[in-house]
């Protein structure tokens, strides 16, 4: 039998509170992948304060979910004006997450799929972890599946390291199949949270303030000893499991450092997990931007560490792509998590089709 090769849309909204990216993909949910355009739709600061407000599943959750989903409508609309992609046979919708804890069983990710099926007329899928967590999965990360078909023809073994709020890294070994992933620890959550308590700013621009400073490693080091590193893989994180090892009493150049060379020596503790060391390292996400990151990802790994544009793909676009990918996959009854990514008991499908209203004119 054929797979389908379908139009999808896909949306992320990830832990780093940044915005909306939007990304066009043709894909058979296989071994078909032709990305398209791909946009980005910045959070303006009333909204990204408001959905800062509801993590951890606390405040006005329905009515920055129903803001939520309009904003990622209206994303849609404005990119579907721009290129001319109709028809869309799906869009994969992931949502925000607010809360992530899947040793109680519980993962929540905010964003009405009714409703932006509804407003846009287009097939939506969304809630794409809660399957897997209700198996005993860690519902993250979902994007290995993409990123092994993407990385069919490069040298393995590969690492592919995302750097949003979490970090998270996916290894693929050299045979068919050999794929483990899960996450690392902080990405840039808590650089930016501390960032715009000193600075206002929402972010270390070019990883100024870090490198204006200087890393406690004493700090990191007791950072280290927290028993996630030592905990095999599969395993995932909310954005604040690590909240309590943000400086108190540190500069504003220093803690940045600090924070930054946790990121990186958190990266460097997941090499004890590899099966084989990897002879690359790519890297996507925001900390891919971000030169002090880098830099302190290159010192603790001793390996050439180079953002996913070295291989031609597109690193602002990428967990976008994946959710139109597993939109379509999740279309087809196809698993989306595995047991070396999850460590779902066996391969899970997931997500939750809301089916497009037909607008009359």
Known sequence: MIAAVRRALGLMSGTSLDGIDVAFIETDGRAHVVPGPALTFPYDEGLRARLRSVLGGTG?????????????????EAFLARHALRPVDVVGFHGHTILHRPQERRTWQIGDGARLAARLGIDVVCDFRSADVAAGGEGAPLVPVFQAGLAAALERPLAVLNLGGVGNVTWLGA?????????????NALVDDWVLRHTGQPYDAEGALARAGKADGAWVERFLAHPFFARRPPKSLDRDDFRPFVPAAMSAEDGAATLTAMTAAAVAAACRHFPAPPRRWL???GGRRNPAIMAALEAALSLPVEPVEAVGWDGDSLEA????????????????????????????????????FTRRN
């Open 60 to 76: 006005p959750v329905a009515e920055v979910e129903r803001e939520l989903t309009d904003a990622h409508a209206a994303a849609v």
């Open 175 to 187: 045979g068919e199949g050999e794929l483990l992933a899960f996450d690392t620890g902080p990405g």
């Open 283 to 285: 890297v996507t996400g």
């Open 321 to 356: 792509q994946a959710f139109g990918y597993l939109a379509v996959r999740s279309l087809d009854g196809l698993p989306l998590s595995f047991p070396t990514t999850t460590g779902v008991p066996a391969p899970m499908p997931g997500g939750r089709r809301f089916p497009a």
